[in-house]
């Protein structure tokens, strides 16, 4: 369906920024606009959760309640780049972050369900540490 690469990760102090970007290509022939993206991240020994999603023009966003406030998630269509900017990092966010993109054009509803998504990255790093 596509293909996405993540860049950005690496290894911050508590309280620094790091921003995230998913360059995304499309195989169906359709526009990237078309398709609703989100962020989900997985840390060690956990599963994998949902942290942020927008829509296909991306004037509609849903966040996971631990990173509201702290996180942004935009895109540039443009570009075919979704990023998500990550402020006041804690060391719970530590985790393997993956950018994924929904199954098809369907309505954005904000539920942060990994069950909507068609296509994943191959995930960055992201290491919060002192």
């Known amino acids: 369906q596509a293909q996405l690469v993540e860049s950005g990760g690496g290894l911050v102090q508590p309280g620094d920024s790091l921003r995230l970007s998913c360059v995304a290509s499309?195989?169906?022939?359709?526009?990237?606009?078309?398709?609703?993206m989100g962020w989900f991240r997985q840390a060690q020994g956990k599963e994998r959760e949902f942290v942020a999603e927008?829509?296909?023009?991306?004037?509609?966003?849903y966040y996971a309640a631990s990173v509201k406030g702290r996180f942004t998630i935009s895109r540039d269509n443009r570009k075919n780049t979704m990023y998500l900017q990550m402020n006041s990092l804690s060391p719970e966010d530590t985790a393997v972050y993956y950018c994924?993109?929904?199954?098809?054009?369907?309505?954005?509803?904000?539920?942060?369900?990994?069950?909507?998504?068609?296509?994943w990255g191959q995930g960055t790093q992201v290491t919060v540490s002192s």
């Open positions: 927008l829509n296909g023009n991306g004037d509609s966003t």
């Open positions: 994924g993109i929904f199954r098809a054009p369907v309505f954005f509803q904000g539920r942060g369900d990994e069950e909507d998504y068609g296509s």
């Open positions: 499309v195989y169906s022939g359709r526009a990237l606009s078309m398709y609703s």
